[in-house]
């Protein structure tokens, strides 16, 4: 396949910086627009950490999809090692020409391609954008679509969760076709049929990438604005890999769409699609995205595994724990609120507790004072009630128990 490539970037007229990245590897054979978001520099290192990884990763062999997954990585790690640029993320559509006639698009995100052939132009990728599932869904337009304030947000993103979800695609190119990638800052500004008939003008590619650009620009340039075009000079049926045709061409699940074999989204791990939606918020390139949010989103989240291991069983165990506790509190009251009067080490004593036990095993007493009254001194009679099972003055009433002790005392001596 041979191909004429050139690009033109732009950072429009309100951003203060370009976000915006791009890859043109004609040795490699990987073209590449990359849009990134997030506050401080973080879009900026977003969008070129993914071009740089794309690239590495395929001059080291890796297929398309492997390679954008080693991109998201790479967005990941990269934030991951400064707070500065934590929550950031970047779109990632690549291109990735085969011999003959076929090209792989490696998709993520609202970034875009497009083919422009015979005046017509198609759109290659689907936005992984709000908008655009409100436009699926039925709930607006494709015009409303156009000036939906929430028209940036996108709904998937490299650098937002280890599992991204890829679009990778097969499509077919005839010599002739013109192919586009394009960041939203073209498509915002320029309708598409405008954009086809600029892609569609003259022959010189470059002219055609500047031309594009500047007229995002001045319909407004509110957005960074960047495109990589190429006109496929030659594609020839011939050098097409057998097996990769028919099994496309064999396959009843690959929809053949206008020529354009739309292949199942590749899911990169298992379980891809489920947690990031939940957990991490789409970046919105309409509000820049704080360094903190990604991190502050953690926070609860460890907050809600400790609440999951300990908070839950505290909270099943408390109302035990309460009764519990009223019962050892009303026990310990029940058994020590009598007094009565024994011995101890062969002096009159006075006990808190009940002589007759709580239950016939226990017997939980609580010597409270000596008096200094010899045992022996006491008449025979007393001695035998204080030293009996059960002690003497068993009673509530500390006055009593003392009036109890005083009367020993003043009973006469053992002779
Ligand atoms: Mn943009």
Redesign the pocket.
């Known amino acids: 396949m041979k191909l004429a490539v050139a690009y033109a970037t732009d950072v429009g007229r309100v951003r203060e910086g370009n976000?915006?990245n791009l890859l043109v590897d004609e040795h490699l054979g990987v073209f590449a627009v990359a849009?990134g978001m997030g506050g401080h520099r973080g879009g900026e290192v977003a969008s070129s950490t993914a071009v740089e990884a794309l690239r590495a990763a395929i001059a080291a062999g890796q297929t398309i999809d492997a390679a954008i997954t080693t991109a998201n990585t790479a967005v990941i790690e990269r934030a991951s090692g400064d707070p500065t640029l934590t929550g950031m993320g970047t779109t990632l559509t690549a291109l990735h020409p085969l011999a003959g006639t076929r090209l792989l698009i490696g998709h993520v995100g609202d970034s875009r391609a497009y083919r422009l052939r015979d005046g017509e132009l198609e759109r290659l990728t689907e936005d992984h954008s709000l908008v655009e599932e409100l436009v699926r869904d039925g709930r607006i337009t494709r015009e409303q679509a156009e000036v939906h304030p929430q028209r940036?947000i996108v709904t998937r993103a490299l650098g937002v969760d280890a599992d991204v979800e890829i679009d990778l695609l097969t499509i077919a190119v005839q010599t002739g076709d013109r192919l586009l990638i394009c960041?939203?800052?073209l498509t915002s500004m320029v309708r598409e049929r405008e954009v086809a008939r600029l892609l569609g003008t003259g022959d010189n590619m470059q002219e055609i990438a500047e031309h594009l650009v500047q007229k995002a620009v001045d319909n407004g340039g509110e957005?960074?604005v960047t495109v990589v075009v190429i006109h496929v000079l030659e594609a020839d049926p011939a050098h097409d890999d057998a097996a990769l045709v028919t099994d496309a061409q064999n396959d009843p699940s690959a929809p053949e769409v206008d020529g354009r074999t739309a292949v199942q989204p590749i899911v990169a791990t298992p379980l891809a699609s489920a947690p990031s939606a939940d957990l991490a918020a789409p970046p919105s390139?309409n509000e820049p995205i704080e360094p903190t949010v990604v991190s502050d989103s953690e926070l609860p989240r460890r907050r809600r595994r400790w609440w999951r291991v300990f908070g839950k069983a505290t909270l099943a165990i408390l109302p035990i724990l309460l009764v519990l506790g009223a019962g050892a509190v009303a026990l310990h009251w029940v058994t020590y609120r009598d007094y009565y009067v024994g011995t101890a080490h062969g002096s009159v004593a006075v006990f808190k507790g009940d002589p007759d036990g709580i239950v016939s095993w226990w017997n939980p007493k609580l010597q409270w004072v000596v008096t200094g009254l010899p045992v022996s001194r006491l008449a025979e009679a007393s001695r035998a009630q204080v030293q009996a099972h059960g002690g003497m003055c068993h009673t509530e009433s500390r006055r009593a128990v003392e009036a109890c002790v005083a009367r020993l005392q003043r009973l006469p001596a053992a002779p």
């Open positions: 976000e915006d849009d940036n960041s939203d800052g957005d960074n390139r």
